[in-house]
């Protein structure tokens, strides 16, 4: 199954709903990835607005 970025929260999923919004505005045309394990002591998380643990993307189109 292809990976598609959420458009609203940049998490990386493999459906057509995005499991963290629960919005459909998902995009296969993304660059970047980001893995975070811990949001609360990450400076990317920070700067990014995340703070759940998971796979983001850096730019989502």
């Known amino acids: 199954m292809i990976e598609k970025a959420c458009s ?10 995005c499991p963290r919004c629960k919005t459909t505005t998902l995009s ?4 970047g ?3 975070v ?9 920070k700067v990014m607005k995340i703070q759940r643990k ?3 993307a ?4």
């Open 8 to 17: 609203t929260c940049h998490l990386i999923a493999s459906g057509n709903i």
């Open 54 to 56: 998971g796979r983001y």
């Open 33 to 35: 990835l980001v893995i």
């Open 28 to 31: 296969d045309d993304f660059t």
């Open 58 to 61: 850096l730019k989502v189109r």
């Open 37 to 45: 394990f811990n949001p609360k002591s990450s400076a990317i998380a």
